[in-house]
């Protein structure tokens, strides 16, 4: 595609795919260039079709495409399932000599007009005393040279993840120079669609200087979110894909003084971040669907002690075990509904490796602020992929722990759920009365899962109750108040308009910009603040619906459901995908032009 090049490792699971792929991602970074990487494997230990595909662009991209340029393939499965990506203008296939192409194959490799090239991977790694281990980084040499680019930058970024001793990095770097001159020819025209022919300079249209930039998951950088944002207890049970913010937390656990703890199931982990921000300290966990079910009950307890509670909802294909390694938005009614009975929440969706690590902070300052349980989705497609980010800035992270008395406000009368206009109730922490005097002791702080009157003693009586259940919905109109109005981003009088929420964003601008070049104007209103909905903006549409397509990757067009509900606007046109695969490029542009 124009303005875009295409690179895919392919092969199967224990094969280095994903490693390789950020090491090719981080060295295009410093050679000037944005990259998207988005990875593809099954529920697989070992074996299966494994992708890692990076999108190369001089823009800010966050979106995949159908075609490849470059394909390293491991193994023959790889050239069968890819061979038909390539098109009209060629491109270049790298694999090992050992692996065997079929008649028919290479017939399609001579109709597409592609270069392959036959290595002999394992004498190229260890000519230069590497181990057959190495003969991934030969293929980064091979994959290096076809791209025309200074071979010094791809072996700086070798030598810093294989830094473990001399002789290591040695002997990578020796593979990586083998496999870079075993491409005796000399490609040219492959990268021209990017630089007009000449070598990038490290300036870049929007940002300025990319080499100086972050490669970095969504996960990774929700877990930087949440470090910033003052979480000091992490718990979680591994489930896809949220199992790499406990991993990366982990990995961070002693330089950032967080807590990190892998509970025996999702309750355990729950009930424990409950546990400490009841005590005072911002806990979080996270989870996907099935382990978010399993969760519901203590949700519905955060609901009625409110206690600020943020729970991570990384959807994944479902129902129940589902396709787990694929990605999905099939849970925004599970994250409106669930738990039993009646009590405010917000639900927050993420869009990228950028606006995750703000809102993590967001999303704590608000469950303090409101006293109430904060659901953060987020996706497979956003938590495994790799953006571009050019870094964050920390002073942007305002911590607000709401209403909460000091020692010496406390004097014996507080009512910890008192009947307030906003709904919200003076706050302190479990522990702090035990330094007054005798005669201030009922500033005892009394909390169970129990309906409860004003100073938390457990009742049944009905009018008490209702007064309790209408405090704390009053919260809804408290926090929609406070939460900003989506805004429409785009042209003006735009002849298509995109509605759509989570990572569906960084797909619909790349769009819009190929829409743009083509002559037609171009909005995009999306959402970040799922619940309560924000529709001032919204209202601007109604008489519009015909010009309105709403993008979900879910069947049932959940978010155009939502705002039916609530506004009575119904947008009919629906651009939705709910095969576990994300959105492609042209998936959004050929809808358009249907």
């Not at 004498?123 to 994959?143: E, F, H, P, R, Y």
């Not at 799922?530 to 309105?548: Q, S």
Request: charged share 20%; proline share 3%; glycine share 8%.
């Amino acid at each position: 595609m124009q303005n875009r090049y295409t690179i895919k490792i392919a092969g199967a699971a224990g094969q280095g795919i994903k490693s390789s792929g950020i090491i090719i991602s981080k060295a295009l970074k410093r050679a000037g260039y944005y990259t998207f990487g988005y990875t593809e494997y099954p529920s697989l230990i070992k074996g299966g079709h494994n992708v890692y595909q990076i999108e190369v662009a001089r823009h800010n991209i966050g979106s995949i495409t159908r075609d490849t340029d470059v394909l390293l393939a491991l193994n023959k499965e790889s050239i069968d399932i890819h061979i038909h990506e390539f098109d009209k203008d060629g491109g270049i296939i790298i694999m090992d000599n050992t692996v065997p192409v079929s008649p028919e194959t290479q017939k399609l490799v001579d109709q597409y007009k592609v270069k392959l090239y036959q290595l002999p991977l394992l004498d190229l790694a260890t000519q230069g005393g590497g181990s057959a281990l190495m003969k991934n980084t030969v293929t980064l040499g091979a994959i290096w040279k076809t791209l025309g680019l200074d071979l010094e930058l791809l072996l700086n970024v070798i030598a810093e993840v294989f830094n473990k001793g001399e002789a290591i990095v040695e002997a990578n770097k020796k593979a990586a120079t083998a496999g870079y001159n075993a491409i005796t020819e000399e490609l040219t025209g492959f990268m021209d669609r990017l630089t007009n022919g000449a070598q990038p300079s490290g300036q870049t249209e929007e940002n300025g200087v990319v080499k100086n930039s972050l490669v970095i998951s969504g996960n990774e950088a929700l877990s930087l979110g949440a470090i910033a944002a003052g979480v000091k207890i992490y718990s979680s049970y591994p489930m896809t894909p949220a199992s790499t913010i406990l991993t990366s937390l982990a990995n961070w656990a002693k330089q950032s003084g967080i807590l990190v703890k892998q509970a025996e199931d999702e309750i355990t982990a729950a009930n424990m971040c409950i546990g400490a921000n009841f005590a005072g300290t911002r806990a979080l966990c996270g989870t996907s669907g099935g382990g978010f079910d399993l969760m519901s009950e203590s949700i519905s307890l955060a609901g009625i002690t409110e206690t600020p509670f943020v729970v991570v909802l990384g959807q994944r294909h479902g129902p129940a075990t589902g396709a787990p390694t694929w990605t999905a938005q099939g849970d925004l009614n599970l994250a409106l509904h669930a738990a039993h009975g009646e009590f405010p929440r917000v639900v927050i969706s993420c869009s990228d490796a950028e606006d995750v690590f703000y809102l993590m902070g967001e999303a704590f300052n608000i469950a303090e602020k409101f006293q109430l349980p904060v659901v953060f989705m987020t996706e497979k497609y956003i938590g495994e992929s790799t953006y571009t980010i050019a870094g964050y800035d920390q002073a942007k992270i305002k911590i607000d722990r709401g209403e909460i008395l000091s020692q010496d406000q406390l004097n014996g009368t507080e009512l910890r759920y008192k009947l307030t206009d906003s709904g919200v109730s003076p706050r302190w922490y479990p522990g702090q009365h035990s330094e007054l005097p005798a005669s201030k002791i009922n500033s005892t702080f009394i909390n169970n899962s129990d309906e409860h009157d004003e100073k938390g003693y457990s009742t049944e009586d009905d009018k008490v109750i209702k007064a309790q259940v209408e405090k704390r919905m009053k919260k809804l109109e408290s926090v929609k108040a406070y939460l900003p109005e989506p805004k429409m981003t785009g042209d003006e009088n735009p002849d298509v308009i995109f509605v759509s929420w989570g990572s569906n964003i960084t797909i619909l601008n790349d769009a819009a910009k190929i829409l743009r070049e083509q002559g037609q104007k171009v909005g995009i209103l999306h959402y970040t603040y799922m619940w309560p909905l924000k529709t001032e903006t919204l209202e601007t549409l109604r008489g519009k619906e015909d010009k309105v397509y709403v993008v979900e990757q879910n069947y049932q067009g959940q978010l155009a459901q939502l705002i039916k509900r609530e506004t009575g606007i119904n947008f009919t046109k629906r651009i939705l995908r709910y095969d576990s695969k994300p959105f492609y490029l042209e998936d959004i542009l050929e809808a358009v032009k249907a």
